[in-house]
Protein backbone atom coordinates (compact mmCIF):
# COMPACT_ATOMS: atom_id res chain seq x y z
CA UNK A 1 0.00 0.00 0.00
CA UNK A 2 1.06 3.50 -0.75
CA UNK A 3 -0.15 6.64 1.10
CA UNK A 4 0.96 10.04 -0.54
CA UNK A 5 2.28 12.15 1.31
CA UNK A 6 3.05 14.66 -1.43
CA UNK A 7 1.19 14.59 -4.56
CA UNK A 8 2.02 11.36 -6.14
CA UNK A 9 1.84 9.67 -9.61
CA UNK A 10 2.21 5.69 -10.05
CA UNK A 11 1.64 2.80 -12.45
CA UNK A 12 -0.77 0.45 -11.21
CA UNK A 13 -2.37 -2.65 -12.44
CA UNK A 14 -3.28 -3.24 -15.59
CA UNK A 15 -6.02 -0.60 -17.17
CA UNK A 16 -9.10 -2.26 -18.38
CA UNK A 17 -8.89 -3.81 -22.16
CA UNK A 18 -11.23 -1.50 -24.01
CA UNK A 19 -8.45 1.30 -22.79
CA UNK A 20 -5.65 -0.62 -23.53
CA UNK A 21 -7.32 -1.30 -27.28
CA UNK A 22 -7.98 2.26 -27.43
CA UNK A 23 -4.21 2.86 -27.17
CA UNK A 24 -3.49 0.34 -29.93
CA UNK A 25 -5.01 2.34 -32.14
CA UNK A 26 -3.94 5.90 -31.03
CA UNK A 27 -0.70 4.78 -30.58
CA UNK A 28 -0.12 2.46 -33.68
CA UNK A 29 3.95 2.42 -32.32
CA UNK A 30 2.87 -0.31 -29.90
CA UNK A 31 0.88 -1.89 -31.92
CA UNK A 32 3.86 -2.39 -34.56
CA UNK A 33 5.98 -3.51 -31.78
CA UNK A 34 3.39 -5.73 -30.49
CA UNK A 35 3.33 -7.24 -33.71
CA UNK A 36 0.24 -7.85 -35.80
CA UNK A 37 -0.86 -11.38 -35.39
CA UNK A 38 -0.95 -10.50 -31.45
CA UNK A 39 -2.00 -6.80 -31.71
CA UNK A 40 -5.37 -8.25 -34.01
CA UNK A 41 -6.13 -11.09 -31.77
CA UNK A 42 -5.98 -8.68 -28.77
CA UNK A 43 -8.23 -6.26 -30.59
CA UNK A 44 -10.46 -9.12 -31.50
CA UNK A 45 -11.20 -10.40 -27.86
CA UNK A 46 -11.45 -6.98 -26.74
CA UNK A 47 -14.72 -6.68 -28.93
CA UNK A 48 -16.04 -9.91 -28.57
CA UNK A 49 -15.50 -10.20 -24.50
CA UNK A 50 -13.93 -7.30 -23.36
CA UNK A 51 -16.74 -6.35 -21.08
CA UNK A 52 -17.87 -9.98 -20.09
CA UNK A 53 -18.32 -10.67 -16.82
CA UNK A 54 -18.60 -14.34 -16.62
CA UNK A 55 -15.59 -16.51 -15.20
CA UNK A 56 -14.72 -18.02 -18.87
CA UNK A 57 -14.40 -15.04 -20.36
CA UNK A 58 -12.15 -13.30 -18.03
CA UNK A 59 -9.97 -16.14 -17.77
CA UNK A 60 -9.56 -15.67 -21.41
CA UNK A 61 -9.33 -12.25 -21.75
CA UNK A 62 -6.33 -12.79 -18.93
CA UNK A 63 -4.45 -15.20 -21.28
CA UNK A 64 -4.64 -12.89 -24.26
CA UNK A 65 -3.66 -9.43 -22.10
CA UNK A 66 -0.77 -12.17 -20.79
CA UNK A 67 0.21 -12.49 -24.41
CA UNK A 68 0.30 -8.79 -25.74
CA UNK A 69 2.32 -7.84 -22.54
CA UNK A 70 4.85 -10.53 -23.04
CA UNK A 71 4.87 -9.69 -26.58
CA UNK A 72 5.78 -6.13 -25.16
CA UNK A 73 8.52 -7.06 -22.54
CA UNK A 74 9.73 -9.68 -24.91
CA UNK A 75 10.13 -7.06 -27.73
CA UNK A 76 13.94 -7.01 -28.69
CA UNK A 77 16.48 -3.95 -27.63
CA UNK A 78 16.40 -2.93 -31.14
CA UNK A 79 12.73 -2.96 -32.30
CA UNK A 80 11.32 -1.17 -28.89
CA UNK A 81 14.20 1.57 -29.04
CA UNK A 82 13.46 1.60 -32.84
CA UNK A 83 9.16 1.72 -32.16
CA UNK A 84 9.73 4.22 -29.15
CA UNK A 85 12.04 6.62 -31.52
CA UNK A 86 9.47 6.98 -33.39
CA UNK A 87 6.67 7.26 -31.10
CA UNK A 88 8.44 9.97 -29.43
CA UNK A 89 9.35 12.06 -32.27
CA UNK A 90 5.25 11.82 -33.65
CA UNK A 91 4.17 12.81 -30.35
CA UNK A 92 6.90 15.73 -30.33
CA UNK A 93 6.11 16.74 -34.00
CA UNK A 94 2.04 16.91 -33.26
CA UNK A 95 2.53 18.81 -30.38
CA UNK A 96 0.69 16.10 -28.22
CA UNK A 97 -0.89 17.68 -24.66
CA UNK A 98 -2.69 14.95 -23.72
CA UNK A 99 -1.50 13.65 -20.58
CA UNK A 100 -0.72 10.08 -21.60
CA UNK A 101 1.00 11.53 -24.21
CA UNK A 102 3.38 14.01 -22.54
CA UNK A 103 3.98 11.04 -19.62
CA UNK A 104 5.42 8.56 -22.70
CA UNK A 105 7.76 12.01 -23.69
CA UNK A 106 8.50 12.62 -19.75
CA UNK A 107 8.97 9.05 -19.01
CA UNK A 108 11.82 8.75 -22.46
CA UNK A 109 13.49 11.83 -20.89
CA UNK A 110 14.15 10.09 -17.41
CA UNK A 111 15.25 6.77 -18.80
CA UNK A 112 16.54 7.66 -22.06
CA UNK A 113 18.03 4.90 -24.41
CA UNK A 114 14.71 2.45 -25.43
CA UNK A 115 13.87 1.60 -22.20
CA UNK A 116 10.46 -0.77 -22.84
CA UNK A 117 8.99 0.79 -19.55
CA UNK A 118 8.02 3.45 -21.49
CA UNK A 119 5.39 2.13 -23.35
CA UNK A 120 3.93 0.17 -20.31
CA UNK A 121 2.34 3.31 -18.93
CA UNK A 122 0.00 2.43 -22.18
CA UNK A 123 -1.15 -0.64 -20.40
CA UNK A 124 -1.00 -0.10 -16.94
CA UNK A 125 -3.37 2.43 -15.33
CA UNK A 126 -1.72 6.37 -14.93
CA UNK A 127 -2.96 7.40 -10.83
CA UNK A 128 -2.52 10.76 -9.47
CA UNK A 129 -3.22 10.87 -5.73
CA UNK A 130 -3.02 13.72 -3.49
CA UNK A 131 -1.47 14.13 -0.13
CA UNK A 132 -3.74 11.63 2.41
CA UNK A 133 -4.63 9.51 -0.72
CA UNK A 134 -3.68 5.70 -1.32
CA UNK A 135 -3.84 3.19 -3.32
CA UNK A 136 -3.50 -0.78 -2.35
CA UNK A 137 -1.30 -3.29 -5.04
CA UNK A 138 -2.36 -6.98 -4.66
CA UNK A 139 0.78 -9.55 -4.36
CA UNK A 140 1.96 -10.17 -8.00
CA UNK A 141 0.64 -6.74 -9.49
CA UNK A 142 2.70 -4.75 -11.82
CA UNK A 143 3.60 -1.11 -10.39
CA UNK A 144 5.74 1.62 -10.68
CA UNK A 145 5.73 4.86 -8.42
CA UNK A 146 6.57 7.62 -10.59
CA UNK A 147 7.43 10.68 -8.39
CA UNK A 148 5.95 12.36 -4.89
CA UNK A 149 6.84 10.72 -1.78
CA UNK A 150 4.70 8.37 0.02
CA UNK A 151 4.57 6.00 3.47
CA UNK A 152 4.75 2.37 2.20
CA UNK A 153 3.74 -0.55 4.18
CA UNK A 154 4.40 -3.36 2.18
CA UNK A 155 3.87 -7.48 3.34
CA UNK A 156 6.54 -9.78 3.98
CA UNK A 157 8.63 -10.65 0.99
CA UNK A 158 11.22 -11.62 -0.07
CA UNK A 159 11.23 -10.77 -3.43
CA UNK A 160 11.17 -7.99 -5.94
CA UNK A 161 11.35 -8.91 -9.60
CA UNK A 162 11.88 -5.84 -12.00
CA UNK A 163 11.55 -5.18 -15.74
CA UNK A 164 11.15 -1.46 -17.00
CA UNK A 165 11.87 2.13 -15.62
CA UNK A 166 14.66 0.83 -13.92
CA UNK A 167 18.32 0.76 -13.97
CA UNK A 168 18.75 -2.44 -12.04
CA UNK A 169 18.84 -6.28 -13.14
CA UNK A 170 15.38 -6.90 -15.05
CA UNK A 171 13.71 -10.52 -15.13
CA UNK A 172 11.33 -10.18 -17.87
CA UNK A 173 9.91 -13.88 -18.37
CA UNK A 174 9.61 -14.23 -14.22
CA UNK A 175 7.67 -10.83 -13.80
CA UNK A 176 5.77 -12.27 -17.00
CA UNK A 177 4.47 -15.64 -15.42
CA UNK A 178 4.28 -13.85 -11.99
CA UNK A 179 1.49 -11.20 -12.65
CA UNK A 180 -2.28 -12.28 -12.10
CA UNK A 181 -3.34 -10.04 -15.10
CA UNK A 182 -6.31 -8.62 -13.79
CA UNK A 183 -7.61 -5.76 -15.19
CA UNK A 184 -9.59 -2.42 -14.05
CA UNK A 185 -9.81 1.15 -13.78
CA UNK A 186 -7.59 3.07 -12.00
CA UNK A 187 -10.24 4.41 -9.49
CA UNK A 188 -10.71 1.00 -8.29
CA UNK A 189 -7.37 0.85 -7.16
CA UNK A 190 -7.77 3.84 -4.57
CA UNK A 191 -8.65 3.19 -1.21
CA UNK A 192 -11.49 4.93 0.98
CA UNK A 193 -10.11 5.56 4.43
CA UNK A 194 -12.33 5.02 7.52
CA UNK A 195 -12.63 7.20 10.61
CA UNK A 196 -10.30 6.03 13.35
CA UNK A 197 -10.32 9.17 15.73
CA UNK A 198 -11.13 12.94 16.16
CA UNK A 199 -7.67 13.53 13.67
CA UNK A 200 -7.20 10.61 11.90
CA UNK A 201 -8.15 8.07 9.05
CA UNK A 202 -7.56 4.25 9.13
CA UNK A 203 -6.56 2.86 5.70
CA UNK A 204 -7.67 -0.98 6.23
CA UNK A 205 -6.49 -2.68 3.17
CA UNK A 206 -8.21 -6.16 2.58
CA UNK A 207 -5.32 -8.47 3.53
CA UNK A 208 -4.32 -9.63 7.32
CA UNK A 209 -0.81 -8.38 7.78
CA UNK A 210 -0.78 -4.78 8.11
CA UNK A 211 -3.25 -1.52 8.07
CA UNK A 212 -2.03 1.83 8.39
CA UNK A 213 -3.31 4.91 10.43
CA UNK A 214 -2.71 8.70 9.48
CA UNK A 215 -3.07 11.59 11.94
CA UNK A 216 -2.98 14.94 11.19
CA UNK A 217 -3.50 18.02 13.62
CA UNK A 218 -3.09 21.42 13.94
CA UNK A 219 -1.25 23.21 15.84
CA UNK A 220 -2.01 22.29 19.81
CA UNK A 221 -4.73 19.58 18.86
CA UNK A 222 -4.47 16.48 20.71
CA UNK A 223 -5.63 12.87 19.67
CA UNK A 224 -6.45 9.33 21.26
CA UNK A 225 -5.83 6.52 19.77
CA UNK A 226 -7.75 3.28 21.33
CA UNK A 227 -5.67 0.71 21.87
CA UNK A 228 -4.95 -1.36 19.31
CA UNK A 229 -4.68 -5.56 19.51
CA UNK A 230 -1.40 -5.99 18.01
CA UNK A 231 2.16 -4.02 17.61
CA UNK A 232 2.73 -0.60 15.63
CA UNK A 233 5.23 1.37 14.13
CA UNK A 234 5.10 4.68 14.60
CA UNK A 235 6.71 7.62 12.57
CA UNK A 236 6.69 10.99 12.37
CA UNK A 237 6.27 12.75 8.87
CA UNK A 238 6.54 16.62 9.73
CA UNK A 239 5.79 18.73 12.67
CA UNK A 240 6.29 18.34 15.95
CA UNK A 241 4.60 17.11 19.55
CA UNK A 242 4.91 14.89 22.10
CA UNK A 243 3.11 11.94 23.44
CA UNK A 244 1.94 11.58 27.20
CA UNK A 245 3.31 9.45 30.05
CA UNK A 246 -0.18 9.22 30.99
CA UNK A 247 -1.10 7.02 28.30
CA UNK A 248 1.74 4.96 28.47
CA UNK A 249 1.54 4.09 32.03
CA UNK A 250 5.22 6.00 32.63
CA UNK A 251 6.46 9.06 33.83
CA UNK A 252 7.95 10.22 30.30
CA UNK A 253 6.72 12.27 27.75
CA UNK A 254 7.97 11.13 24.39
CA UNK A 255 8.82 13.51 21.80
CA UNK A 256 7.49 13.52 18.43
CA UNK A 257 9.65 15.30 15.73
CA UNK A 258 9.90 14.48 12.10
CA UNK A 259 12.19 11.77 11.71
CA UNK A 260 11.49 10.24 14.83
CA UNK A 261 9.69 6.39 14.99
CA UNK A 262 8.88 4.26 17.73
CA UNK A 263 7.92 1.04 18.50
CA UNK A 264 4.04 0.59 20.25
CA UNK A 265 3.48 -2.82 21.87
CA UNK A 266 -0.23 -4.39 21.65
CA UNK A 267 -3.10 -3.02 23.76
CA UNK A 268 -1.27 0.37 24.66
CA UNK A 269 -3.70 3.09 24.15
CA UNK A 270 -1.69 7.25 23.16
CA UNK A 271 -2.85 10.44 23.65
CA UNK A 272 -0.63 12.62 21.15
CA UNK A 273 -0.50 16.59 21.64
CA UNK A 274 1.12 18.41 18.52
CA UNK A 275 3.34 21.52 19.05
CA UNK A 276 3.05 24.83 17.25
CA UNK A 277 3.68 23.45 14.19
CA UNK A 278 1.39 20.77 14.04
CA UNK A 279 1.86 17.14 13.80
CA UNK A 280 1.51 14.59 10.98
CA UNK A 281 2.50 10.85 12.03
CA UNK A 282 1.37 7.36 10.71
CA UNK A 283 0.94 3.74 12.13
CA UNK A 284 1.36 0.56 10.15
CA UNK A 285 -0.10 -2.20 12.28
CA UNK A 286 -1.50 -6.24 12.35
CA UNK A 287 -4.00 -7.29 14.26
CA UNK A 288 -2.42 -10.22 16.49
CA UNK A 289 -4.05 -13.61 15.86
CA UNK A 290 -3.63 -17.06 17.01
CA UNK A 291 -2.39 -18.36 14.04
Known amino acids: MALALTPFEALCGFRPLNEIARHLEIYPELKDLLGKDVSDEFLATVKATGNSE ?4 VAHNKEILKKAFGALMRSSQKDVTHFLSKLIARLNDTKADDSISKLVIRLDEQYPGGDVGVFSCL ?48 DVNVLVDMLTYRYGSAESQKMTPEKFGE ?35 LIVTSGSGKMTGEALKTESNYKLE ?24 YRAFCIATNK
Request: hydrophobic content about 35%.
Open 54 to 57: SEKD
Open 258 to 281: EGYVYFVGANTPLIAQAGNSGLEF
Open 199 to 233: HSLLYDPPIDEFSIVRTKMDADQTEKHKPIQGPSV
Open 123 to 170: MLNYVIMEPGQAIFLGANEPHAYLSGDCVECMAASDNVVRAGLTPKFK
